[in-house]
C-alpha cells in the first residue's frame, strides 16, 4: 500500500507532494524498497557504456541523491572504479535518506571482501541553493542527478529555453573545465523536452552532448520544445501597422537573413505530437526477488524507459576533426521496432541529418545502440518516409542476428451478424403514483439509495398521435 500511495504521488499527483516527502517512514521504506532498487537496475546499463574518465582525488557530485542511487548504480557498473580513491559528495533535502544510502553503499562494499575506497561524504542542501560549504569543496570532474530536475524544473513560468539557460549556467558553475554532467529523467514527454531544452543550452554555451547523441546539431526529437534553429522573428520591428503583403515581404527578408545558432535538421512531420527522445532499457539483470515483490503491488515492471543526457562542459578542449567523421557515419536507435507496410521491422532512430527510419540489420538492433555506418548517412534531400518524413536509412550486415518482431494474431472469422431477438413488450405498469410504484418496486424493502434512483417507465405516446 505505501508503495502504491509514493507512486501516485510520483506520477499523477505531482501537485499535492511537498518537497520532503521522503523523509516521512511510510515514504522512506517504500522508496528504499521498491523505488531505489528499479532506479538503480535502470541506471547501470546507462553508466557502463559510457566514457567516464576519474582517477584518483576526481571530485564527484551528486545531486538529489537520495539513498545515494546513482552512486550505487556506479559502484556496480563500474568495477575498475571500486579501488579507486575518489571523492564522492552526495547531497540531498533530507539528511536522512543520504545516510541510510551511505549505510548501503558501505554494505555493498563488504559483501564484496573490501572496504569502500571511495571517500564518502554526505550534506544536507537544496539544489541551486547549495551551501557555501558544499561551494568551496569543488570544481567537480563529474555532476550528476537522477530524477531530480523534472520535480523543480517545470515549477518556474519561464519558457523552456529561459530555464534551461538558467539550469545549464548553474551547473556550469560547479564543474571543473573538463567535467562532464550526467543528468537521467523518467521517459516521459515532459522530460524529453527539458533534456532537449538543456542540451542546446549547453552546445549555445560552447560545451557538447557526448551521449546519446551522435551529433552537434538541432535535437530531431525535442517533444514541446522549439529549437532556435526553427525560431526567427516574424517581421521587423515598425510603429506603423504592417499590411499583410508588407508583412510576408518583411518575413521574407527576416528568412534571407536568419543565421540559427545551431544546425536546423530534419524532425518528424504529420504528427499531432512531437516525439520526444527515450530510450528502452533492458532489465533482465534484476533479482527474482525485485520482481515478485514488484508483482504483488500491483506494479509489475515489463518495461524500464529513461531519458538521459552525457554533456561536456563549456571550454573544454576536443579533437573536431575525428569527431566530425565519426559523426556523420553514426546512427542511434531509439523507438522499439515496428512492422513497415512491406511487413519488414523498422525503427526510428536519430543522425545529424534528423529524424531517420532505419530498416535492415539496424532495425534488428536494441534501442539504444550506436550504430557506425561504413559511409555517410543520406542528406536531407534523399529518399524520405512518405508518413513521418523521416529519411530512410538502409543497412545490413551479417554480424546482426534478426531480431523477430512480436507476430500478430490473426483477426478471428467475422461471422455473419445474427438477428437479435426482440424483447418482449413491457406490461402494462397500472396506475402511476408514488404508492402504486411502491407496490410495483418493493422500494420499501431496498436501501436508501434504490430509493433516490429514477425509475425508467416506458414512454408514452404523444397526444399528436
Not at 564484496?112 to 541551486?128: M, Q
Not at 565519426?326 to 512492422?339: G, K, Q, W, Y
Request: aromatic share 6%; glycine share 6%.
Amino acid at each position: 500500500r505505501d508503495v502504491l500511495d509514493l507512486w501516485r504521488e510520483l506520477t499523477s499527483e505531482k501537485s499535492i507532494r511537498h518537497a520532503d516527502y521522503i523523509g516521512e517512514p511510510a515514504r522512506f521504506a517504500a522508496y528504499l524498497r521498491y523505488f531505489l532498487p528499479w532506479n538503480v537496475v535502470r541506471l547501470i546499463p546507462i553508466l557502463a557504456q559510457l566514457e567516464i574518465h576519474l582517477s584518483d582525488g576526481s571530485k564527484l557530485l551528486d545531486i538529489g541523491s537520495g539513498p545515494l542511487t546513482l552512486p550505487i548504480a556506479l559502484w556496480i557498473a563500474r568495477p575498475e572504479l571500486r579501488d579507486t580513491p575518489l571523492h564522492v559528495l552526495c547531497v540531498d533535502r533530507v539528511r536522512r535518506i543520504v545516510d541510510t544510502g551511505a549505510d548501503i553503499l558501505n554494505a555493498l562494499a563488504l559483501r564484496s571482501g573490501k572496504k569502500l575506497a571511495w571517500k564518502l561524504e554526505t550534506a544536507r542542501a537544496a539544489f541551486p541553493g547549495l551551501t557555501p560549504e558544499l561551494d568551496t569543496k569543488g570544481p567537480f570532474d563529474l555532476v550528476s542527478a537522477a530524477n531530480v530536475f523534472n520535480e523543480s524544473f517545470w515549477k518556474s513560468k519561464d519558457t523552456l529555453t529561459s530555464r534551461a539557460e538558467t539550469l545549464a549556467g548553474q551547473l556550469s558553475g560547479l564543474m571543473s573545465p573538463a567535467a562532464r554532467v550526467l543528468v537521467v529523467e523518467p521517459g516521459d514527454p515532459r522530460s524529453g523536452a527539458m533534456l532537449a531544452a538543456l542540451r542546446e543550452a549547453f552546445i549555445l554555451r560552447g560545451g557538447a552532448a557526448l551521449a546519446p547523441c551522435p551529433h552537434q546539431s538541432a535535437c530531431p526529437m525535442p517533444g514541446a520544445f522549439l529549437s532556435a534553429a526553427f525560431r526567427r522573428d516574424a517581421h521587423e520591428s515598425d510603429d506603423r501597422p504592417l499590411s499583410r503583403a508588407e508583412a510576408l515581404k518583411a518575413a521574407r527578408r527576416a528568412a534571407a537573413r536568419f543565421k540559427p545558432p545551431i544546425t536546423p535538421v530534419i524532425t518528424a512531420k504529420g504528427r499531432s505530437k512531437a516525439p520526444w527522445c527515450h530510450f528502452v532499457i533492458d532489465h533482465s539483470a534484476a533479482p527474482e526477488r525485485l520482481v515478485t515483490f514488484s508483482e504483488s503491488t500491483g506494479l509489475p515492471k515489463d518495461r524500464l524507459v529513461a531519458s538521459w543526457l552525457f554533456l561536456r562542459a563549456p571550454g573544454a578542449s576536443s579533437t573536431p576533426e575525428a569527431s566530425d567523421d565519426l559523426c556523420t557515419r553514426s546512427v542511434m536507435l531509439i523507438s522499439d521496432a515496428f512492422r513497415l507496410p512491406e511487413g519488414r521491422a523498422g525503427r526510428y532512430a536519430c543522425t545529424k541529418t534528423g529524424y531517420t527510419l532505419a530498416r535492415g540489420s539496424l532495425a534488428d538492433l536494441p534501442s539504444g545502440s550506436l550504430a557506425v555506418l561504413d559511409k555517410a548517412v543520406p542528406p536531407a534531400s534523399s529518399e524520405r518516409d512518405p508518413k513521418s518524413s523521416a529519411v530512410i536509412v538502409e543497412a545490413y550486415s551479417d554480424a546482426i542476428p534478426v531480431a523477430p518482431l512480436p507476430q500478430k494474431h490473426p483477426a478471428a472469422r467475422q461471422t455473419p451478424p445474427q438477428k437479435r431477438p426482440q424483447a418482449p413488450r413491457r406490461p402494462d405498469p397500472g396506475p402511476r403514483g408514488s404508492d402504486a410504484r411502491r407496490e410495483r418496486t418493493g422500494l420499501a424493502e431496498r436501501s436508501p439509495y434504490a430509493r433516490a434512483k429514477k425509475r425508467r417507465d416506458p414512454p408514452r405516446p404523444k397526444r399528436s398521435s
